[in-house]
């Protein structure tokens, strides 16, 4: 009988095009379905829990595969982490029901868009958070963010490119903290548009430099230019960090 | 007339063959002069407060040269960092004493060795901590670690290789902290010998593991053979985190 396994992992995106298997290009996916194939012994079809671009990281993301493999679950994780490079770890894996699907199952996401403010910047976070040598005030930040929380029509900020049925998601919380000099953007929906959180960023910096009021983002996102929002943000500093699926699964500590 | 420049950086040293200047290899010094040469106008020779190895970073390292250039010391972070790569940036500079010298004055030193110590690796820390899956108490390695404290010679926890008057040092502290699963070895000295804090995280995870325990270490470095002690630890873990000179530099935040 076929089992549905699932697999958190973590990753760091500097060196990989993406999640999304791509021919000619190093994918985060297409490394792990080759790590996989070698473990159960047959092809296997990823699938994710949604697209990361190039260079975005994930504390944490959701993938599976069906297999007619054996092999017990708990052992996954260390027999294709030996298969794996090291800037992607399986953390878990559990056996799911047979209609589980990482990215259909999936009812929230959390993403965390990660700054680096000040004055010089740290060799240590090249390519891990978004370098910022102007002093961002994080209350009128913080205002700038909460203008996104609610069911909206986001086409204002993201990027066209791929095909959806509909621009409309529901943001539950979106609102930023300080921690010295790292400044932390968390965004949860229950689903995500091309560039969503880099666009968010990139117009709620606006609004800390003063090229946008907090009170603009409503109308903006009314008139749903992109134009009118900020720019994309960098993706180094991008981490998919948190996930909710609609059946309890056994894949987070 | 000439003046004494001092310069603190820190550095990412995963792509340097470590800090001093080598044919056919990039180091951090090499870089470092360069980048100089070009914002002062003439060819500089740094002097670095320490070698650091191929792979070792440093949170806080310090470095020397003597200029007739007249651009203000203010000014010299923003002017050198334009011409460095990112993983190495200049924090501070501050025109030091004649007489002031990165190694010479410098008259304590501290060293940090960070150990990544989960189940399962962490993609993020992949040049940046030693990865150790086993359970480590860190109860006991704070017993090992004191034991190196005091004024000692440490030819049994030293690589051979380059050529020292003496190999007595003076540690003034040695020890271990946990952060969830970060483990943190700290030790200050008065000097460092080649390879010495590596072997002495070799020689506390010996005993962690009990290949050791605490009360050899003693007699081991009385016997001042190599050999008794614990294994180099690899070079990504380890940090240079903190210099103490003999007089006032504004070189620290």
Known sequence: MERNIALSLRYEGTRYHGWQVQKNA??????LEAA????????VHLTGCGRTDAGVHAMCYVANFRTSCRIPVERLPYALNTHLPEDIVVLKAAEVSAGFNAIGSCIKKEYTYQIYNDRV???????????????LDETLMQRA?????????????????????????????????RQGKLLRLRVSANGFLYNMVRAITGTVLYCAEG?????DIGPILDRGDRSL???TAPP???????LWYEEEVDLFD
């Open 26 to 31: 190093v994918t985060v996916a297409g490394t």
């Open 36 to 43: 996989c194939a070698k473990v159960v012994g047959h092809p």
């Open 121 to 135: 910047r740290d060799p240590f976070y090249v390519h891990r958070a978004y370098f910022y040598p102007k002093r």
């Open 145 to 177: 963010a909460e203008q996104f929380i609610g069911t909206h029509d986001f086409a204002a900020v993201r990027s066209v490119g791929t095909d959806v049925r509909s621009t409309v998601r529901t943001i539950y919380d979106c609102g930023v903290t």
């Open 211 to 215: 090229k946008l009021r907090p009170e």
């Open 229 to 231: 929002a900020g720019p």
């Open 236 to 242: 180094g500093g991008l981490y998919l960090t948190r």
